[in-house]
């Protein structure tokens, strides 16, 4: 049975973080934000959460934090060559891995297609408005006018332990 703060984990998805905000980012570092919406239905239990998201890209940084709509942190996940973290809301210590998804897959029990998020998000995918990668399966179902996703709908259906996934992204405009 997958608990409460795997269910949050995954919204993790998403992928990379730090608690301190104080961390400065390169210059060539890439920010989308938005809200996010997850719904995750098992035999055992249903979650339902939403909040904003923080997800940054840079060479060799990748970091993604969940936030409730006041700003707390719910979920932060950092990703460097040197490892991936994660953390829960304001817990001191992280959880670690050589990446994300050997951490997902330790925390959670499956991964995220985290690549393909920062993928679809900076266009890097062609025009494709549905895919799936690793048992997720995709749809763009809207896009701004310059043709970058606005709102991004993520499913995975349910196997074994892992929970059946909602997980839709609304971005904001740049």
């Known amino acids: 049975m997958i608990g409460r703060r795997a269910f949050l984990g995954l919204a993790c998805f998403v992928a990379a973080a730090i608690l301190s905000g104080c961390q400065t980012l390169p210059r060539e570092a ?24 923080e997800l940054v890209e840079a060479p060799d940084f990748r970091r993604l934090d969940l936030l409730t709509p006041l700003s707390g942190v719910i979920a932060r996940i950092e990703s460097t ?20 998804d050997a951490l997902l897959l330790r925390r959670l029990g499956f991964t995220v297609p ?11 995918n062609g ?32 196997a074994g332990q892992i929970p059946e996934i909602k997980l839709i992204l609304a971005v904001n405009d740049a």
């Open 30 to 53: 890439r920010r989308w934000q938005g809200r996010f919406s997850l719904v995750a239905h098992s035999a055992a239990q249903n979650v339902s959460e939403t909040g904003r998201f």
């Open 81 to 100: 060559s040197q490892g991936a973290s994660l953390w829960f809301g304001s817990s001191s210590e992280p959880a670690t891995a050589p990446n994300i």
């Open 114 to 124: 985290v690549e393909l998020l920062i993928d679809l998000l900076s266009g890097e």
């Open 127 to 158: 025009s494709a408005d549905t895919g799936s990668a690793g048992g997720w399966q995709y749809e763009i179902s809207s896009r701004t006018s310059s043709g970058t996703p606005r709102r991004l709908v993520f499913r995975h259906e349910s």
